[in-house]
């Protein structure tokens, strides 16, 4: 039995000219798993994600980490930014530091004081993250791909247990994108939670251990992949589409139950190769 | 052409720590300062770009734009210092206004362009060879206070997100045909200068947002690589200063 992480109960956030972003949110967000936040454009999202930092204060319900209420002083927030770190969407938005090694350290710096630790830490981080020939460039001078590299270091040198990325992908290419997904997959198999935000529901639908969709900050559904993307009346009225493997899965066989759908390309090419040859 | 565009990181003295490279640069710049002397000052600002031009890798070209606005700025400020009304040499009248140049005022002018010229040159120095971060650095190492360097780091900051929306909405007006008419030009750049004012504060809000979720505090504190010292480091910049400091006596010895 998987405990959880980071739970809202009854949590509503407005925004202070008085517009309703989260509307009474009940999540549990279970321990090292992958986990998908999807909804349409204004679906509140990033609201969501920043109420989970720490950076908004619900309006109204409780915020509970290890089990625990959260308080919002100076000391727990330090405490629970450093344990759940957030990627924003927007590299740009994001990226402070004159250099590439000032910024992976910014938050290290932020938060501790041994100088030799917190310089080891950035060293076996930028090494990590393929960077120590990029220590000494501008961040805002470098590619997308580049970019996200060092915000996802940046955050990653802080050791959080939950890792948030607002939109991972967006602005990258295919490969970038790629290898973003491979650097938090290895994050995954060392034990620390993922929530991402995304509008891709192909990617989600592979990639994801538990999915939760999202309208008018409100849970519109939560489940595995299969049972949230099997339903598309419910994703229509979020405003998505099935993914293209539930799509075919379904044309080739339709009714098909949400546990009989297919993982993934390789499984759902399997069973078409099988049924050719078995009609042959 | 900004110093940010140009920036080169792998310049010559990118391995020194801030410290000893501001012993390039501050004994030139307090030198500079004292002295009435034009023959020094315009050394100077040879020496000075040379040896930039060595450290810095930047091209003649892009240096040569760098000086083009404070050029502009000092000339203009020159030319009231220069003129003279009414002249007792006279090259133009207009009606009873006589219009010419003061000697007196030349002396003082070029004594001006001269220590402004050199002036802007070791800035340009300190600011090609130390990023924003090392310089906010230094501040603290003087015991500058912590809200001057924080607003120093902070305009810097707003400045180059202001020029970054600019330059873009600038492009996008332009990609609509915006500025083809002259006479819908001045509104439109009033247009541009209140999107941009709004665009930058929500990306500065933004930037701070992005900052308070690594932990950030009150004060803007950037973490280097750790540069190590060493004696023989000291040798060229104290060589640089003893023959400036030298020169400056020459100068002032022989009255130039």
Redesign the interface.
């Known amino acids: 039995m998987v405990g959880s992480l980071i739970e809202l109960k009854a949590a509503s956030y407005r925004y202070p000219s008085g517009k309703k972003a989260i509307a009474e949110v009940d999540l549990s967000l279970p321990e090292g798993k992958k986990i998908a936040l999807l909804g349409a454009n204004g679906a509140g999202k990033s609201t969501l994600l920043?109420l989970l930092?720490g950076?908004y204060k619900p309006t109204n319900g409780e915020l509970h980490y290890r089990g625990k209420q959260y308080r919002y002083n100076r000391k727990a927030l330090?405490e629970l930014?450093?344990k759940v770190?957030?990627v924003?969407q927007?590299s740009d938005?994001?990226l402070?530091?004159?250099?590439v090694?000032?910024e992976v350290?910014?938050?290290?710096?932020?938060?501790y004081s041994d100088?030799k630790w917190?310089?080891e830490q950035?060293e076996k981080y930028l090494d990590y993250f393929d960077l120590l020939e990029l220590?000494?460039?501008?961040p805002?001078q470098l590619s997308s791909g580049q970019k996200k590299r060092i915000c996802l270091a940046?955050?990653l040198a802080?050791e959080p247990e939950l890792i948030i990325c607002d939109e991972p992908a967006s602005n990258l290419d295919p490969q970038s994108s790629r290898a973003t997904f491979e650097l938090l997959d290895a994050q995954n198999k060392k034990g620390k939670t993922l929530l991402i935000s995304t509008h891709n529901v192909n990617q989600a639908y592979v990639w994801a251990d538990l999915v939760i969709l999202l309208k008018e900050g409100a849970v519109l559904s939560i489940g595995s992949p299969k049972q949230v993307f099997s339903d598309a009346e419910t994703l229509a009225e979020a405003g998505l589409e099935q993914p293209l493997l539930v799509k075919l899965a379904r044309m080739h066989q339709p009714g098909m139950e949400a546990e009989e759908l297919p993982e993934n390309e390789a499984e759902l090419v399997n069973r078409l190769t099988k049924n050719l040859c078995t009609d042959l | 052409m900004w110093i940010t565009e140009i920036y080169k990181h792998d310049h010559r003295l990118s391995k020194l720590s801030p410290t000893i490279r501001a012993l390039y640069w501050a004994p030139a710049m307090v030198l500079t300062l004292v002295s009435g002397s034009v023959y020094f000052n315009f050394t100077m600002f040879l020496v000075i770009n040379l040896f930039l031009l060595y450290v810095s890798r930047i091209r003649l070209s892009n240096l040569a734009r760098l000086y083009r606005i404070p050029i502009v700025f000092i000339l203009v400020g020159c030319m009231a210092i220069v003129l003279e009304i009414p002249a007792t040499k006279a090259f133009v009248s207009l009606g009873k206004l006589s219009i010419g140049f003061s000697a007196h005022g030349i002396q003082l002018a070029t004594l001006l362009v001269s220590r402004s010229l050199a002036l802007i040159s070791i800035m340009y120095f300190m600011l090609l060879t130390n990023t924003i971060s090392e310089i906010a650095e230094l501040m603290r190492k003087f015991r500058i206070p912590a809200l001057l360097i924080d607003l120093f780091v902070i305009t810097f900051k707003f400045i180059e997100n202001l020029r970054n929306t600019g330059f873009e909405m600038h492009r996008a007006q332009k990609c609509r045909l915006g500025y083809s008419q002259k006479m819908k030009r001045i509104p439109l750049f009033a247009g541009l200068m209140a999107a941009v004012f709004h665009q930058s504060m929500q990306n500065a809000r933004q930037l701070e947002t992005a900052m308070q979720a690594r932990c950030a505090g009150e004060n803007y504190c950037f973490l280097q690589e750790e540069r190590p010292y060493a004696i023989s480091q000291l040798l060229i910049p104290v060589g640089l200063a003893s023959m400036s400091a030298f020169l400056l006596l020459i100068c002032g010895n022989y009255g130039w």
Do not use: C, D
Request: aromatic share 8%; proline share 3%.
């Open positions: 920043l930092n950076i330090q930014r450093q770190g957030i924003f927007e938005n994001q402070i530091a004159p250099s090694y000032e350290a910014f938050g290290l710096n932020n938060l100088k917190i310089r950035v220590k000494h460039h501008s805002h940046s955050v802080m």
